[in-house]
């Protein structure tokens, strides 16, 4: 039972304060309640992004709230007290640690702790601790980390460069690329261009007045960048004496460098493919441009040859070492993004991750999705990439479901939002 003078108590200091400063918070208020520890810091720290997309989630009751608190906060409101409701608030009262916790009914939640004061703390709307209490439902649950993708092979163009075959493949696959980045903007979706030497070093042969007349007189790298938002990274097999720092160069020497992205790479070492993505701990030169230093930082699409059997991973973390590859090293400086399966279904199958409790709203999975360079150009590719991709990741945004974001934008909103922790999910 409530002590008839502890209910007068609770409500003239509920009064009081609602006297003082309506509906708002007193400047009061706002110190107790942020020198009044673990229950403010866990109100603003708590996700808050199911405010901010369409699918809401369902409000908490008072009843929810107090019963979690009950759980959560056991020192402050021990055991399981009577819900009483008085003057337009809804509270418990905790006899043995002498507390109140009250929800008004403009959704305000307040505290009293008697042993050590008798004003009463205003904490936060009840709507901020709707996915601590609720944390797998689905609003609740953080959006899939998701990345569109093209990777531009060192065989394109075809054909030697300098040929008139390699000039007009290279104008072909200029019109493509165009057409691709124009559907994702459509959409106001990024799309991430990661291309190899040979593509980077036919646009410095081709793009010429001429050429750039189209593109308001830019090459295509900086027309895609600058004009239709596309993000590019450096993609690089190693081969034909080209390395990841000289294809990171020539962005550079087109106007679209700065990328730390490491655009693929054949992650195992036992195989003769291995990467070596470990070198990229310092900055590494060029091969066939060696006053060019680069540092890769952000490893994607960590592949197999073929990509025949490549890892089924998702999340990010700092690869410990080759054969500890999957291992988080806090102190690593070199970054991995999982791709998962590299489709739309697998979003779906991450989500549902969140919902089953096997991870929390602190760890962030990732996916990403390979829109092939031969889908581009076939013969109604770009309507199936809408139809297959774009449409589909456009619904699941909608509801929450999936963030497009691109790999760097990504690994800062890791270490933002994530706090940089260390998630992996590999099946
Ligand atoms: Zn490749």
């Known amino acids: 039972m409530v002590g008839q003078s502890m209910v007068k108590l609770i409500e003239a200091g509920l009064l009081i304060l609602l006297a003082a400063c309506g509906a708002g918070v007193s400047p009061e208020g706002e110190r107790l309640a942020s020198d009044n520890g ?14 901010s997309v369409q699918a809401v989630a369902q409000a908490i009751t008072p009843d929810m709230l107090m019963d979690w608190a009950e759980g959560a906060f056991a020192d402050l409101f021990p055991g399981h007290s009577q819900t009483t409701s008085s003057q337009g608030f809804v509270y418990r009262y905790y006899p043995s640690a002498s507390s109140f916790i009250a929800v008004k009914s403009d959704g305000g939640v307040y505290v009293l ?29 953080p959006p899939i980390y998701t990345v569109i993708f093209t990777h531009i092979e060192d065989t394109t163009p075809t054909g030697t460069l300098g040929t008139s075959q390699a000039r007009s493949n290279y104008l072909l696959w200029r019109d493509r690329l165009i057409q691709m980045a124009n559907l994702t903007r459509r959409y106001n979706m990024t799309w991430v261009l990661q291309p190899d030497w040979k593509f980077l070093e036919a646009a410095r042969l081709y793009e010429d007045g001429a050429t750039m007349a189209s593109t308001g007189g830019v090459n295509l790298l900086r027309y895609l960048r600058d004009s ?5 990274d450096p993609h690089s097999h190693e ?8 294809v990171a160069y020539l962005l550079e020497q087109l106007g679209v460098g700065g990328s730390t992205v490491i655009g693929g790479h054949v992650w195992d070492p036992s195989l003769p493919q291995f990467a070596h993505w470990e070198r990229f701990r310092v900055p590494v030169a060029g091969e066939k441009y060696p006053s060019a230093l680069w540092r890769g930082e952000l490893l994607m699409g960590s592949g197999t040859p ?19 590859y999957f291992v988080d090293d806090p102190l690593g400086n070199i970054s991995a993004v999982g791709a998962y399966k590299s489709d739309v279904g697998g979003i779906t199958t991450l989500r549902g991750l969140y919902e089953a409790g096997r991870f929390d709203a602190t760890c962030m999975l990732t996916n990403t999705i390979h829109v092939f360079p031969s889908t581009i150009s076939s013969a109604g590719g770009l309507a199936t990439v809408e139809r297959d991709v774009v449409l589909p990741l456009q619904s699941l945004r909608a509801s929450g479901q999936v963030e497009i974001t691109n790999f760097t934008a990504l690994a ?16």
């Open 38 to 51: 673990p229950l403010k810091a866990v109100a603003s720290n708590a996700p808050k992004r199911a405010l």
């Open 113 to 141: 702790f008697l042993n050590t004061s008798d004003q009463v703390k205003y904490v936060a709307p009840i709507a901020d601790f709707t996915c601590l209490v609720t944390p797998t439902a689905f609003a609740c649950r």
């Open 228 to 232: 239709l938002g596309v993000i590019i």
């Open 239 to 246: 081969g034909s004496g080209y390395n990841y720092p000289d």
């Open 306 to 324: 073929g990509h025949t059997n490549d890892p089924i991973v998702s999340g990010m973390w700092r690869p410990k070492d080759p054969y500890n």
């Open 412 to 427: 800062a909103t890791w270490k933002s939002r994530f706090g940089g922790k260390a998630c992996v999910y590999q099946e």
